[in-house]
């Protein structure tokens, strides 16, 4: 079986989920390729996204809820991006012949249902690195959709798709996700994480700050990042405090970490959870980031620390902290690690 991995790049958690998906397909002896064929018609998207969320981001979730109720606008959205679809990606489906275009982001899947549209025996399937369904992933031609929550169908079902087609795979991740765990409710001895987050948007200087007055060691860990981590280099930290860039070993530190704080990334939830470590989630992107926050608290996977970051700290890693035992109980159960492999086998029975 051919399958094409369609995803563009505005953010970085539709590409990782991806790329784990893709190696479980090859896996199992699947064809697979990548497709970006449609990043230069996001690119002006991209840019106001960026701009969006860094300058003014109450107005891009303002912006982002309004396109989320507004049904003119969804009939807006899908015209131009299946016009996009049959301007590049026609071209595309002829060179590569995929049985299957798997897409990560929700306008490649609305461009490639023009293609799906024109070639019915082509299968669509959408999958969703958030916690909830913006009204912009709804495409009626996909054959199904893959996402984490039950409340995610409920979601689909309101627009109209077929609740039967929608599979709580959850959201994949990397395979050396899936390795042993410490016990549940247990301190561990590794330090607290500070995630940087793809973007590395945020204010992690005041969120620094405010955990290097505590007696625990500090990773803030800036990804590819390089600007953000010169510019928390430029302080002078306790001994304590740490700040590298990439590191490949993110599985093995979440494992070990004795407490994750940072922003709540679907992708990242995704690896947390399956971590299992106490998480503290203290800003979030305007819109999406909203609605993973609030879900992830809804089911007990994270607490806020916007407000007295210490005090939240402290309280889980008291010792015997109900808290604490309660979150990494609830991160057990919800947690999808064979989320990669559910996926790619469901996939490959079309």
Request: charged share 25%; hydrophobic share 45%.
């Amino acid at each position: 079986m051919r399958i094409l991995m369609a995803s563009l790049p505005i953010g970085t958690g539709h590409d990782i989920a991806a790329r784990a998906l893709a190696e479980s397909l090859a896996l199992r002896g699947a064809e697979v390729e990548f497709s970006h064929h449609l990043v230069a018609d996001v690119r002006w998207q991209a840019r106001l996204y960026f701009f969006g969320i860094r300058f003014v981001p109450s107005v891009y979730g303002t912006l982002f809820r309004w396109g989320d109720r507004v049904r003119y606008l969804w009939d807006r959205h899908r015209r131009e991006w299946r016009e996009a679809g049959r301007l590049v990606l026609e071209g595309v489906y002829q060179a590569y012949r995929p049985d299957v275009v798997v897409a990560t982001h929700p306008f490649a899947l609305t461009g490639w249902s023009w293609v799906k549209e024109r070639y019915p025996d082509l299968r669509l399937v959408g999958v969703l690195t958030d916690l909830s369904v913006h009204q912009f992933w709804y495409e009626p031609l996909a054959d199904a959709y893959s996402v984490w929550l039950p409340e995610q169908v409920e979601d689909l079902g309101r627009f109209g798709f077929d609740r039967n087609r929608v599979w709580l795979s959850g959201i994949p991740i990397r395979a050396s996700f899936n390795e042993s765990i410490p016990l549940v409710g247990t301190i561990r001895r590794g330090p607290l994480v500070l995630l940087g987050g793809g973007l590395g948007m945020g204010p992690y200087m005041r969120i620094l700050k405010k955990l290097a007055t505590l007696p625990y060691p500090v990773l803030a860990v800036c990804g590819h990042n390089e600007a953000l981590r010169w510019r928390l280099d430029e302080h002078r930290w306790p001994d304590r405090v740490h700040i590298v860039g990439y590191i490949e070993h993110m599985p093995s530190l979440l494992k070990n970490a004795r407490l994750v704080i940072g922003k709540p990334g679907g992708v990242t939830a995704a690896e947390v959870c399956q971590s299992q470590v106490p998480w503290v989630l203290t800003h979030w992107i305007a819109g999406q980031e909203e609605a993973n926050r609030d879900r992830l608290i809804e089911h007990g996977l994270a607490v806020r620390g916007d407000h007295e970051l210490e005090d939240v700290v402290m309280r889980l890693l008291s010792d015997g902290s109900d808290l604490r035992e309660r979150m990494v109980v609830n991160q057990r159960h919800w947690a999808r690690p064979h989320a990669a492999q559910d996926l790619a086998a469901r996939i490959l029975t079309l």
